[in-house]
């Protein structure tokens, strides 16, 4: 908000933000700003903001409210689950409405928000009868990708580390979003602080320009968040990068439509991402190298296809050196009869009684199995606990133990730690079941 009044004050706008300074937010009650901010916690949380929502100046002379980036009344103001809203005050917004005429204009903006989540829009600010402005948010100069690593960070942003040992300051900014405090605090403390020493850091909300990578350690928790990270590259025109970095564990607690995104391995990014916004119908780009990981599978053009993709997504997919063990077509049958006997037996007895966690799960996605699937694929390189949780789609703990024994008893080359401190300590896995239960 202060960039914004900056902005507008530098163009001969009046403008201010509501709970700085005790002077300003006299002249905002008298009336003396064209235009004035405020967050959801300060006017709808704070009585005094409301009450001056009321008097006579305000009645008299308020042309319209707008609330910009609507689509947290949804993301940040609902409650999700068990879990208490993240910003309680965001979804209460439409509170402001009973406090001012009904006849006042409200002016709703977003970049991403679907068609569902216009929907709740428009529940949450009783918007009954409003125009629509709808654009697709495509961005054509950003490539999609989606890559899944090992869980160690350091050889997954080794490239980076090393970019930026050489170029410095001249090095494609890139900004990196975290799944979790923890995640972020790793990646700083003990990759990037551990490798290249003390560097300035830019604080949360800081404006960043010329951004060509965006790197999301672990997918977000919905597309919409998704699609507001990437946003943030190639503001200038020129061509960047959308990169989704990954391991089996960072998958857990996401939506279904971005779990669809991540599995993905055949059809057009672009397209799968823009159905789920009824703006302008999108199309694979053109130039199929261009456009995302999956077109450039299918580009025939004559130039290197490598060329757009980004050194960061190269480096991701080179084969994580791993230990390795051949497999048998029969053993490999043999333990996808074990698992599919096993975890169809696996039960969990909660809130709605006896349920079984496998069939609940496979109903929720409405997709094949992914851990008998995925197992079977990784069989080769499975041989402790850590190895099945981060390549292999387990959602929670009991799962991941049961694949490992079933490996042990095929093959007898594994590790017996069972240690269930290995699992992500950043997730809630209960409370992931009894959102997959209910939901």
Not at 391 to 414: P, S
Not at 417 to 426: G, K
């Amino acid at each position: 908000m202060e960039d914004q009044v900056k902005y507008l004050t530098e163009k001969g706008i009046s403008a201010a933000f509501a709970g700085k300074h005790e002077t300003t937010d006299a002249d905002i009650a008298a009336g003396r700003f064209s235009i004035v901010f405020g967050s959801p916690e300060l006017l709808v949380g704070v009585k005094k903001w409301r009450d001056m929502l009321q008097t006579d100046v305000y009645r008299e002379r308020l042309i319209g409210m707008a609330v910009d980036e609507v689509h947290t009344i949804v993301l940040w103001g609902e409650r999700h689950s068990s879990d208490a809203p993240f910003r309680k005050w965001c979804g209460l917004v439409g509170e402001l409405r009973s406090l001012l005429p009904i006849s006042l204009p409200v002016l709703a903006l977003t970049a991403t928000a679907s068609l569902t989540t216009r929907k709740k829009i428009m529940m949450h600010l009783g918007l009954q009868k409003c125009l629509e402005v709808v654009r697709s948010p495509d961005r054509s100069n950003i490539r999609l990708a989606v890559k899944k690593v090992s869980s160690d960070a350091t050889n997954t942003f080794s490239w980076l580390i090393n970019e930026l040992m050489v170029k410095g300051p001249q090095t494609a900014r890139t900004v990196i979003y975290c799944k979790s405090i923890s995640d972020c605090s790793m990646l700083f403390h003990d990759v990037f602080l551990a490798s290249l020493g003390q560097r300035s850091v830019h604080p949360p909300g800081t404006h960043l320009k010329n951004v060509q990578h965006i790197v999301q350690y672990g997918p977000p928790k919905d597309i919409e968040s998704y699609m507001q990270a990437f946003g943030r590259a190639g503001r200038d025109g020129s061509m960047s990068h959308s990169l989704i970095l990954y391991h089996g564990k960072q998958l857990i607690g996401i939506s279904e439509k971005m779990r669809e995104y991540v599995s993905n391995v055949a059809s057009c990014r672009r397209t799968q991402l823009m159905n789920l916004f009824d703006g302008e119908v999108v199309q694979p780009l053109a130039v199929k190298h261009a456009c995302c990981d999956n077109c450039a599978k299918m580009c025939q053009c004559k130039e290197s296809c490598d060329g757009n993709a980004s050194d960061l997504e190269l480096h991701a997919a080179k084969p994580i050196a791993h230990k390795v063990r051949t497999v048998s077509n029969h053993q490999r049958e043999s333990l996808r009869q074990m698992l599919m006997d096993r975890l169809e037996g696996d039960v969990d007895h909660g809130l709605c009684g006896k349920i079984s966690v496998y069939h609940t799960l496979q109903e929720h996605y409405s997709t094949k199995d992914p851990m008998i699937n995925e197992t079977l694929q990784s069989c080769e390189t499975l041989f402790c606990i850590n190895d099945i949780i981060c390549q292999v789609h387990v959602y929670d703990f009991n799962h991941a133990k049961i694949i490992l024994e079933t490996v042990m008893e095929v093959f007898g080359d594994c590790e017996s730690d069972m240690d269930s401190n290995s699992f992500d300590d950043s997730v809630n896995i209960f409370e992931f079941d009894a959102m997959s239960l209910h939901d």
